[in-house]
Every structure is written in structure tokens, then in C-alpha cells.
Antibody, heavy 115, light 113 residues
């Protein structure tokens, strides 16, 4: 059974940093690209980043480019999202999702940016 | 960036009704190389993570009931639920994966009367 478990969220002040993790199981993690997708409270879905299976390519939404970094450790079956210079508009539930089609999603982790 | 426009934003129907919702993209999602439309539909039930229903505009994921039907090509796409059930209460999102950045529509909220 595919499982994706996010962690690392919390309440932080504007300008601070946070690193999210997503631990994968139930599939060959090293064979799939992975996404981070977020959802602000009561809002729609916003794709923010993708990393290829071998980390050879990374893509970002303009809203996070230069502030967020997606990475992965295939030996640990773990996806990361390093978030710097956080803003109030980054407040959202953050999901990791598997594969180009995002066919499996985690339960999400909440990030709140507030003074 | 490709803009995805969904309509209506919400609709209320009775169980057993047929429902159609629209998704339009600002550019064609048809890949001439692979002869497929790079368009997915997701279902997000209250309090849950989104779930992939349909990819390549019309290919249902394993386990998705056949009452969910995706159609369309190019820039115009439709999700039809042939006979709505109470458990279909959700927000439905379309998403293009033709080019980066990937983009979602704003969603159609389905309510059951």
C-alpha cells in the first residue's frame, strides 16, 4: 500500500525558515518524480514544486522560486521542501504527491506563517 | 503559464441526477508526440486529501466508479457524473500537466440536495 507521510509543519514568524519532510513507502520511491502541492485555508490547490526521480530536474512555481528548495534522499525514501523567507501567504496545508500524475497524496502538513 | 478555468464554481443536485462540469485551458493540452491530452481530474472530499480520478482527460484510475466520465480534447474538457451518489459530495479540480508550472482550476463544488 502506497503511503506518504508529511511532517515538519508548524507556526512560524514571517521571514523564518522551515523544512518539510515526506516519507514514502509501498512503492519504489527512487523510480518516481515527486511533487509538493499546497492549499491555503478554504482555497484551491496550488502546485509548487516537482523533482525528478533522480533529482536531475526540479521545477518551481513562480510564487516560491528562489525561496523554496525541493530535494530528495532516495536512500531514505524521503522528499523534502526547504522553505526560506516565509510570508503570510505561504500559510497552507502542504501535500506531497507521487509521480507525474500525482496519483497518491499524503495527508498533508499545516504551515502557518504569522507574527 | 497555462490558465485553467472551471465552471460552474458550485452546483447542487439530487442523488441520481446527471452532472457535468467544465474545464477550459488557455492553451491546447494535446501532445502530438504522445497523442494524449495532459489533463487530470481530482476529487477532494471534505477534510480529505485530493484523490486522482481521471488522467489523460478520459482514463479512469483503478477503482474509480464508471459513473465518472472524462471527455474533451485540446482546450475544452468535461467531467460527467452519470448518476450522482451522496458520497460524491466534494470539490472537483482539473489540472494540466502539459507544461510547467503545473496548474489547477479553481474547482467545482458539488453539493447534494
Amino acid at each position: 500500500e502506497v503511503q506518504l507521510v508529511e511532517s515538519g509543519g508548524g507556526l512560524v514568524k514571517p521571514g523564518s525558515s522551515l523544512k518539510l519532510s515526506c516519507v514514502a513507502s509501498g512503492f519504489t520511491f527512487s523510480s518516481y518524480g515527486m511533487h509538493w502541492i499546497r492549499q491555503a485555508p478554504k482555497k484551491g490547490l496550488e502546485w509548487i514544486a516537482l523533482i525528478y526521480y533522480d533529482s536531475s530536474n526540479k521545477y518551481y512555481a513562480d510564487s516560491v522560486k528562489g525561496r523554496f528548495t525541493i530535494s530528495r534522499d532516495n536512500s531514505k525514501n524521503t522528499l523534502y521542501l526547504e522553505m526560506n523567507s516565509l510570508r503570510s501567504e505561504d500559510t497552507a496545508m502542504y501535500y506531497c504527491a507521487k509521480g507525474r500524475l500525482a496519483d497518491y497524496w499524503g495527508q498533508g502538513v499545516m504551515v502557518t506563517v504569522s507574527s | 503559464d497555462i490558465v485553467m478555468t472551471q465552471s460552474p464554481s458550485s452546483l447542487a443536485v439530487s442523488a441520481g441526477d446527471k452532472v457535468t462540469m467544465s474545464c477550459k485551458s488557455s492553451q491546447s493540452l494535446l501532445s502530438s508526440e504522445y497523442q494524449g491530452n495532459y489533463l487530470s481530474w481530482f476529487q477532494q472530499k471534505p477534510g480529505q486529501s485530493p484523490k486522482l480520478l481521471i488522467s489523460l482527460a478520459s482514463t479512469r484510475e483503478t477503482g474509480v466508479p464508471d459513473r465518472f466520465i472524462g471527455s474533451g480534447s485540446g482546450t475544452d474538457f468535461t467531467l460527467t457524473i452519470s448518476s450522482v451518489q451522496a458520497e460524491d459530495l466534494a470539490v472537483y479540480y482539473c489540472e494540466q500537466y502539459y507544461s510547467y508550472p503545473l496548474t489547477f482550476g479553481s474547482g467545482t463544488k458539488l453539493e447534494i440536495k
